[in-house]
DNA sequence: ACTTTATATAATGCATCGGTTATATAACTA
DNA sequence: TAGTTATATAACCGATGCATTATATAAAGT
């Protein structure tokens, strides 16, 4: 089994990988907004609408409120917080690894030059 | 249509969505490695390494190269800078927005103090 | 030429995606 | 209670995902 950080990591980048979902978060990054506002926004469906909010709610990018029969929804920002750390952290550990191969490349040249 | 860059943050999510496949980029951020040693560190068969790495090169978070029989994989560091950005852009945005909201109820005190 | 090694591809099975339409539910309104 | 509004859920469809096993290809070695 996975630890429960990959499978959080995993719903996060599945939810990112959807240009529409994207949108969804750029427009709730304004401001909130309910399932059918989002509709007019970006022409699918509503159940359409309501199945990504699904994702980016399983992702917990998003929370749900209530308001009368609306549920608008808000950016949560932990998760991409998440997801920005688990590229930070790769980009540093390739930087170290990298600069090690630029170590080793200036030793082979010495090596040579000395030959 | 979407956008080549959107379809291009698509690819990369998508492959960044997979535990698997992430695990596989750390093991590449130490140095480059064949389809073979993949297949011994995840246990997983032979076929499933190769459509990861295929995964990863459509998003181009990979490069592949050729050494005799051996066809090794290597980081590309670009497009994981790509959704590095996205999501920098999405969290400023976000900041924005909640800056905004801050002056908005700081404005909305001080009425409700006056009155 | 034959064998070995490394990798790719095809075929398959089962699950999930992302959209649709049709229908149900929940909360308010007259 | 009946009607309206906002959202959720179910059923379906075609496409794709991820794993498997079996087979093909590419490059070297003997």
Redesign the interface.
């Known amino acids: 089994m996975?630890s429960a950080a990959?499978?959080r990591?995993?719903?996060i980048?599945?939810a990112?990988?959807?240009?529409t979902r994207?949108s969804i978060?750029?427009r709730l990054?304004?401001?909130e907004a309910g399932v059918n506002e989002l509709k007019e926004a970006f022409s699918i469906t509503q159940p359409a609408i309501s199945r990504h909010l699904k994702v980016l709610e399983r992702a917990r990018l998003i929370r749900r409120s209530r308001d009368a029969q609306r549920r608008p929804a808000r950016?949560e920002?932990h998760a991409?917080?998440e997801?920005?750390k688990?590229?930070?952290h790769?980009?540093q550990?390739?930087e170290a690894?990298y600069q090690r191969?630029d170590l080793l490349l200036a030793d082979e040249l010495k090596k040579r030059k000395r030959t």
């Not at 990112?16 to 240009?19: I, R």
């Open positions: 996975q990959a499978a990591l995993d719903a980048f599945f990112l990988s959807d240009g994207r978060l750029e990054a304004r401001g950016i920002t991409v917080a997801a920005a688990w590229i930070e790769y980009q550990v390739w690894s191969l």
